[in-house]
């Protein structure tokens, strides 16, 4: 069993950084592919950002994250990470950091975290 603890939410500025960090236990993280995901108030769960198994280092980005957000993997240290830059109040949601067997797509995640709050205020 896979479990998935996320770390580093907060409140920040527009136009602010923040890291969000994904340790995996239960099994070798280099083994899974990682995505993010967030939720805001009233709105439908919706894909972030996710990165290939091993050490390919392939990436997959939502549109509304791209050139802002960059994911990235320490398979050392288990763990994956979000670096979020020039953040947007619309960026305000719970992120959720989740993983899967094999290829690098958008669904099909079996494990996931209990996520972290992200907000960003005007």
């Known amino acids: 069993q896979v479990q998935l603890v996320e770390s580093g939410g907060g409140l920040v500025q527009a136009g602010g950084s923040l890291r969000l960090s994904c340790a995996a236990s239960?099994?070798?993280?280099?083994?899974?592919?990682m995505g993010w995901f967030r939720q805001a108030p009233g709105k439908e769960r919706e894909f972030v950002a996710s990165?290939?198994?091993?050490?390919?280092?392939?990436?997959d980005y939502a549109q509304s994250v791209k050139g802002r957000f960059t994911i990235s993997r320490d398979n050392a240290k288990n763990t994956v990470y979000l670096q979020m830059n020039s953040l947007k109040p619309e960026d305000t949601a719970v992120y959720y950091c989740?993983?899967?067997?094999?290829?690098?797509?958008?669904?099909?995640?079996?494990?996931w975290g209990q996520g972290t709050q992200v907000t960003v205020s005007s």
């Open positions: 989740a993983a899967r067997w094999g290829a690098l797509v958008r669904y099909g995640y079996a494990y």
């Open positions: 239960g099994s070798p993280s280099s083994s899974l592919t």
């Open positions: 990165i290939i198994s091993g050490g390919g280092g392939s990436t």
